[in-house]
């Protein structure tokens, strides 16, 4: 078994400048109850995305005809809170295949990572100038190179670096799957739990 | 040789490194996996794809707490869409030979709380479960964390899971805490002082003589919100109360084995000179009844406070302020004290043991219930309810105007019936009150039991010292 590949990707953003964005508000633990992985996209941010009336806020982001694209931009400590992996898979289920913040908060970072989606750490000045870049421009394309660890605001050409652990950034590429991995170690296991 | 001082988290955690992958994560052997219905059925169809059952099922240990009711438990399951999952961990339990404590089980409750009550949460183990709040695992001087999913999934496969080493923090709070400030007050405390990013990337040792002075349950209810600091998780040293607290519980190790454990716990402490990569000072006086304003538990403030101004902020941070307080429907610098309180819920896997609903029992014997207050009164387990029946707590309860209600997480999460309708205001046990955390439009204020107790009683959040 696989997680998508990932190597370079040239999109358009969807901004969300709001911090401390909790795994609650990414999906609402009512939406939990599913035994199977999918489907998740639809309520992805449902309390924001809709109205109580279930029909779609207009005020929302992702309900704006204006943005549309691959990279979701949030504010600083995105995926607080709860350690379910339904709010890595709604991110990745509504079509975003990276998430650029200037923190993330730990167990989301590595629930991203194991499902073929990229988390992108940039410096809150960055952060600052792609809200306003694509406040004046929703149209604005940005590069993410996952070789190079870099990510670019094609218009304006500027790029920075960004961190990933050598080990995920080869999975990423590869579509390697951290449980294939493990199963391949089985005899060492067997022998760490006879010492 | 000289031996490189250690933390006690670098002792337990390299203890239980089986492979160090180059330039990547560890591969850590887990002791002990626990299991929910919620975060577990997408792993058990992913072994299942991949034609395998559970490695270790001796080590795992289920119980359904997420979404089930907490009123006639004895009846079917009436939301179909929980019952499902329910019926699907019994399922997934049953095939892999897995120990499932369901909801007709003696032993059953919220996993957090069954664990540690059972005697199988140790000192010196890695435990994870999928769900953050494993961290209250950690009071026992253990490792214990929330992974997702997928690791839930490795753990299965494997019984380890590939993890980065995270960095350490100690945090000291040392003094005397004042009459009536419980172990959630110095939680929320530490919280508001440091965000609820202030601990990102980290595992926090929790030291200093006003943690040593903490009972067991009030160390569990530290840790279990060590997370929301955004740490990995919180641990503390085992002690003499450790010991004393697992001694003879259904799980824990008897006779001879006893002794040799109880050997090797004394030594689970960090060296003199172990260093840490941060580490905060608090002193526990500063410390009084703390209650949240806002939407995440960094927002919090003494009982006798004001809610800040924000003045201070700029940029997204005042945005993230203003809309938080917007949602709650306070303004900047309002006095806490006075405000409206509609719900109460006393439970969860932080405050759902029998020292919580003592403390509340304590607090409104010989009083009554505010009428404009609707209050759950929720057990984190079985054992609880039934200490909580023979000690007569319930019948003080019931002449007060509470009703006792069945174990799970309830309105911690509202996954069941148990939702505050929108726009009405919690004062909750509970660990976290994002938006719509109780339900779509709820307004959480979290604080301790005796906190809570104080709001049931008189409608508003109030000072318990002062009653
Ligand atoms: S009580 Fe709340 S925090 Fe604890 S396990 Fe249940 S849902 Fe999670």
């Given at each position: 078994?696989?997680?998508?590949?990932?190597?370079?990707?040239?999109?358009?953003?969807?901004?969300?400048?709001?911090?401390?964005?909790?795994?609650?508000?990414?999906?609402?633990?009512?939406?939990?109850?599913?035994?199977?992985?999918?489907?998740?996209?639809?309520?992805?941010?449902?309390?924001?995305?809709?109205?109580?009336?279930?029909?779609?806020?207009?005020?929302?982001?992702?309900?704006?005809?204006?943005?549309?694209?691959?990279?979701?931009?949030?504010?600083?400590?995105?995926?607080?809170?709860?350690?379910?992996?339904?709010?890595?898979?709604?991110?990745?289920?509504?079509?975003?295949?990276?998430?650029?913040?200037?923190?993330?908060?730990?167990?989301?970072?590595?629930?991203?990572?194991?499902?073929?989606?990229?988390?992108?750490?940039?410096?809150?000045?960055?952060?600052?100038?792609?809200?306003?870049?694509?406040?004046?421009?929703?149209?604005?394309?940005?590069?993410?190179?996952?070789?190079?660890?870099?990510?670019?605001?094609?218009?304006?050409?500027?790029?920075?670096?960004?961190?990933?652990?050598?080990?995920?950034?080869?999975?990423?590429?590869?579509?390697?799957?951290?449980?294939?991995?493990?199963?391949?170690?089985?005899?060492?296991?067997?022998?760490?739990?006879?010492? | 040789?000289?031996?490189?001082?250690?933390?006690?988290?670098?002792?337990?955690?390299?203890?239980?490194?089986?492979?160090?992958?180059?330039?990547?994560?560890?591969?850590?052997?887990?002791?002990?996996?626990?299991?929910?219905?919620?975060?577990?059925?997408?792993?058990?169809?992913?072994?299942?794809?991949?034609?395998?059952?559970?490695?270790?099922?001796?080590?795992?240990?289920?119980?359904?707490?997420?979404?089930?009711?907490?009123?006639?438990?004895?009846?079917?399951?009436?939301?179909?869409?929980?019952?499902?999952?329910?019926?699907?961990?019994?399922?997934?339990?049953?095939?892999?030979?897995?120990?499932?404590?369901?909801?007709?089980?003696?032993?059953?409750?919220?996993?957090?709380?069954?664990?540690?009550?059972?005697?199988?949460?140790q000192p010196g183990m890695t435990i994870v479960c999928g769900d953050s709040h494993t961290s209250t695992h950690g009071a026992f001087g253990s490792i214990a964390f929330g992974i997702g999913t997928s690791e839930v999934e490795m753990v299965f496969a494997s019984q380890c899971i590939l993890q980065p080493k995270p960095k350490k923090m100690r945090i000291n709070v040392e003094g005397k805490l004042h009459k009536d400030v419980t172990a959630k007050d110095i939680a929320l405390y530490v919280i508001s002082k440091i965000s609820t990013s202030g601990g990102t990337g980290h595992f926090i040792e929790f030291a200093g003589s006003a943690i040593r002075s903490l009972t067991?349950?009030?160390?569990?209810?530290?840790?279990?919100?060590?997370?929301?600091?955004?740490?990995?998780?919180?641990?503390?040293?085992?002690?003499?109360?450790?010991?004393?607290?697992?001694?003879?519980?259904?799980?824990?190790?008897?006779?001879?084995?006893?002794?040799?454990?109880?050997?090797?716990?004394?030594?689970?402490?960090?060296?003199?000179?172990?260093?840490?990569?941060?580490?905060?000072?608090?002193?526990?006086?500063?410390?009084?009844?703390?209650?949240?304003?806002?939407?995440?538990?960094?927002?919090?403030?003494?009982?006798?406070?004001?809610?800040?101004?924000?003045?201070?902020?700029?940029?997204?941070?005042?945005?993230?302020?203003?809309?938080?307080?917007?949602?709650?429907?306070?303004?900047?610098?309002?006095?806490?004290?006075?405000?409206?309180?509609?719900?109460?819920?006393?439970?969860?896997?932080?405050?759902?043991?029998?020292?919580?609903?003592?403390?509340?029992?304590?607090f409104v014997k010989g009083k009554k219930k505010a009428d404009s207050v609707i209050a759950w009164i929720v057990p984190g387990s079985k054992k609880v309810e039934q200490q909580i029946r023979e000690e007569g707590l319930a019948e003080i309860f019931e002449a007060a105007g509470f009703a006792l209600r069945q174990p799970g997480c309830s309105a911690c999460l509202a996954m069941n019936d148990d939702k505050i309708p929108e726009g009405k205001y919690s004062v909750s046990t509970s660990n976290r009150n994002f938006e719509g955390r109780q339900g779509p439009g709820a307004r959480t204020m979290l604080a301790s039991p005796l906190m809570a107790a104080a709001a049931a009683?008189?409608?508003?959040?109030?000072?318990?010292?002062?009653?």
């Amino acid at each position: 078994m696989s997680i998508e590949k990932f190597r370079r990707l040239v999109s358009t953003v969807v901004p969300l400048p709001i911090e401390n964005v909790d795994t609650d508000q990414i999906i609402p633990a009512r939406f939990l109850k599913a035994v199977e992985r999918k489907g998740f996209g639809d309520n992805l941010f449902r309390d924001w995305r809709y109205k109580k009336d279930g029909t779609p806020n207009p005020d929302f982001v992702l309900n704006n005809p204006r943005y549309s694209g691959r990279i979701l931009v949030a504010g600083k400590n995105f995926g607080s809170g709860s350690s379910r992996e339904h709010a890595a898979w709604a991110v990745y289920d509504a079509g975003f295949r990276v998430v650029v913040s200037s923190f993330f908060a730990d167990i989301f970072k590595s629930n991203v990572l194991n499902n073929g989606l990229l988390p992108v750490q940039v410096p809150d000045a960055f952060l600052s100038e792609i809200f306003q870049i694509v406040e004046t421009d929703p149209t604005a394309q940005f590069e993410v190179d996952l070789e190079s660890q870099t990510i670019t605001i094609l218009k304006a050409g500027i790029s920075v670096n960004f961190d990933i652990n050598p080990y995920k950034k080869e999975c990423l590429l590869n579509g390697y799957d951290d449980i294939d991995f493990l199963i391949s170690l089985k005899k060492e296991i067997i022998a760490f739990e006879q010492v | 040789m000289i031996l490189e001082p250690k933390t006690l988290f670098d002792k337990i955690w390299d203890a239980h490194v089986v492979k160090q992958v180059k330039d990547g994560p560890d591969v850590l052997y887990i002791d002990r996996h626990f299991i929910h219905e919620v975060t577990s059925p997408v792993a058990f169809l992913g072994l299942e794809k991949r034609g395998m059952k559970v490695f270790r099922p001796q080590n795992t240990i289920a119980t359904p707490d997420h979404n089930v009711p907490t009123i006639d438990q004895h009846l079917p399951i009436k939301e179909e869409l929980s019952r499902v999952q329910v019926e699907t961990l019994k399922q997934n339990c049953a095939k892999n030979g897995i120990e499932l404590y369901s909801l007709d089980h003696k032993y059953h409750g919220i996993v957090h709380i069954i664990g540690p009550e059972l005697g199988i949460t140790q000192p010196g183990m890695t435990i994870v479960c999928g769900d953050s709040h494993t961290s209250t695992h950690g009071a026992f001087g253990s490792i214990a964390f929330g992974i997702g999913t997928s690791e839930v999934e490795m753990v299965f496969a494997s019984q380890c899971i590939l993890q980065p080493k995270p960095k350490k923090m100690r945090i000291n709070v040392e003094g005397k805490l004042h009459k009536d400030v419980t172990a959630k007050d110095i939680a929320l405390y530490v919280i508001s002082k440091i965000s609820t990013s202030g601990g990102t990337g980290h595992f926090i040792e929790f030291a200093g003589s006003a943690i040593r002075s903490l009972t067991m349950e009030g160390r569990m209810t530290l840790c279990n919100m060590s997370i929301e600091c955004g740490a990995r998780g919180g641990m503390i040293a085992p002690d003499e109360a450790t010991f004393e607290y697992i001694k003879g519980r259904e799980f824990a190790p008897k006779g001879e084995e006893w002794n040799k454990k109880l050997a090797l716990w004394k030594q689970l402490k960090s060296d003199d000179n172990a260093v840490f990569d941060a580490e905060y000072q608090f002193d526990a006086s500063d410390i009084e009844p703390m209650i949240t304003y806002g939407t995440n538990p960094g927002m919090g403030v003494g009982v006798s406070g004001n809610i800040p101004t924000g003045e201070n902020l700029t940029g997204s941070d005042r945005i993230t302020f203003d809309k938080s307080l917007e949602y709650m429907g306070f303004k900047p610098g309002e006095k806490i004290k006075g405000k409206k309180v509609d719900y109460v819920f006393i439970g969860s896997c932080t405050n759902g043991r029998i020292e919580d609903f003592r403390l509340f029992a304590n607090f409104v014997k010989g009083k009554k219930k505010a009428d404009s207050v609707i209050a759950w009164i929720v057990p984190g387990s079985k054992k609880v309810e039934q200490q909580i029946r023979e000690e007569g707590l319930a019948e003080i309860f019931e002449a007060a105007g509470f009703a006792l209600r069945q174990p799970g997480c309830s309105a911690c999460l509202a996954m069941n019936d148990d939702k505050i309708p929108e726009g009405k205001y919690s004062v909750s046990t509970s660990n976290r009150n994002f938006e719509g955390r109780q339900g779509p439009g709820a307004r959480t204020m979290l604080a301790s039991p005796l906190m809570a107790a104080a709001a049931a009683i008189t409608g508003v959040v109030s000072d318990p010292r002062e009653i």
